[in-house]
């Protein structure tokens, strides 16, 4: 089992950056394909990237291809998601979430057991 604590959450004009960071605490972090899903108010929790145990492979939601970058470092249990080029519609609260033996295109929130908290990210226009 695996907890998952993020933070780097904030407000940032649009065509800013931040980053976010998921602390993870527990045993064999660095089995777990690792993602980052978003809920905006008032709708549903979407997925906005994924990366594979090892880091070799990543997959995005075209929503944030070439502007987001996912990543991770296995040896201090963190992942992170550096976000550029931000936009108002990017506004959401941003969750990690991870699982043992999925595929960097499992992209259903259902696919994930464990969760962070959440941290929330606000575009201003």
């Known amino acids: 089992q695996v907890q998952l604590v993020e933070s780097g959450g904030g407000l940032v004009q649009a065509g800013g950056s931040l980053r976010l960071s998921c602390a993870a605490s527990?045993?064999?972090?660095?089995?777990?394909?690792m993602g980052w899903f978003r809920q905006a108010p008032g709708k549903e929790r979407e997925f906005v990237a994924a990366?594979?145990?090892?880091?070799?492979?990543?997959y995005y939601a075209d929503s944030v291809k070439g502007r987001f970058t996912i990543s991770r470092d296995n040896g201090k249990n963190m992942m992170y998601l550096q976000m550029n080029s931000l936009k108002p519609e990017d506004t959401a609260v941003y969750y990690c979430?991870?699982?043992?033996?999925?595929?960097?295109?499992?992209?259903?929130?259902?696919?994930?057991?464990?969760w962070g908290q959440g941290t929330q990210v606000t575009v201003s226009s």
């Open positions: 979430a991870g699982g043992l033996g999925l595929l960097v295109t499992n992209n259903k929130e259902y696919e994930y057991p464990y």
């Open positions: 990366i594979s145990w090892s880091g070799g492979s990543t």
């Open positions: 527990g045993r064999a972090f660095s089995s777990y394909t």
